[in-house]
């Protein structure tokens, strides 16, 4: 069984950071991209970006490029998600998932595999 465990969600000022840590245990897999998405209330699940395991390679959706970065730390079997210059829109449910597969957009929820429970981020005006 794989488990993904997010943290570091919470509530943040307008203009804040904040780092949300994704660790993946459980049934040993091979991860090709490890995924951040968001849900907003009423709204539809939002692709966040994700990075390529292996090299590390990353890519963004437009809403938040240049202000969220995607790491990894392969010893620790964790996906981080910094996020700077906050907005009120950023305020979302978010997820990290796991694709055990290298094809496809890399941005369409059905291409991952494996999903975290959620950690609630707050962005407050």
């Known amino acids: 069984q794989v488990q993904l465990v997010e943290s570091g969600g919470g509530l943040v000022q307008a203009g804040g950071s904040l780092r949300l840590s994704c660790a993946a245990s459980?049934?040993?897999?091979?991860?090709?991209?490890m995924g951040w998405f968001r849900q907003a209330p009423g709204k539809e699940p939002e692709f966040v970006g994700t990075?390529?395991?292996?090299?590390?390679?990353?890519a963004y959706a437009d809403s938040v490029k240049g202000r969220f970065t995607i790491s990894r730390d392969s010893a620790k079997n964790t996906v981080y998600l910094q996020m700077n210059s906050l907005k009120p829109e950023d305020t979302a449910v978010y997820y990290c998932a796991a694709k055990t597969s290298a094809s496809g957009s890399l941005r369409g929820r059905s291409e991952y595999d494996y999903w975290g429970q959620g950690t609630q981020v707050t962005v407050s005006s």
């Open positions: 990075i390529n395991w292996s090299i590390g390679s990353t």
């Open positions: 459980g049934r040993t897999f091979k991860k090709y991209y």
